[in-house]
């Protein structure tokens, strides 16, 4: 089994920046690849980024250029940073644990407990 925690949700007007952060414990050795998802009211899930063990990352042409997905293995830990925040960005944001494989991102059954982003004036 493994564990996701994330933190770093909040309110921010249009414009500003946040950072999400998700530690992951337990059975880690199983990950190969950490993810961010989100999911606005009355619209599916969506991938935002993804990133391998090694560094690769995929991100959704929406956020590309102003959402940058990074890791820490040492602190097992993935990070969202999130620049020019639009209104549209609200939605409450899931860490995953899942496998990056040739270019693409695929999640597992390992999700965080979410945490919202609210972009607004």
């Known amino acids: 089994q493994v564990q996701l925690v994330e933190s770093g949700g909040g309110l921010v007007q249009p414009g500003g920046s946040l950072r999400l952060s998700c530690a992951a414990s337990?059975?880690?050795?199983?990950?190969?690849?950490m993810g961010w998802y989100r999911q606005a009211p009355g619209k599916q899930r969506e991938l935002v980024a993804g990133?391998?063990?090694?560094?690769?990352?995929k991100y959704a042409d929406s956020v590309k250029g102003r959402f940058t997905i990074s890791r820490d293995n040492a602190k097992n830990t993935v990070y969202l940073q999130m620049n020019s925040l639009k209104p549209e960005d609200t939605a409450v944001y899931y860490c995953?644990?899942?496998?990056?494989?040739?270019?693409?991102?695929?999640?597992?059954?390992?999700w965080g407990q979410g945490t919202q982003v609210t972009v607004s004036s």
């Open positions: 337990g059975s880690i050795f199983s990950i190969n690849a």
């Open positions: 990133i391998s063990s090694r560094g690769s990352t």
């Open positions: 995953n644990a899942g496998t990056y494989y040739s270019g693409s991102y695929y999640p597992h059954d390992y």
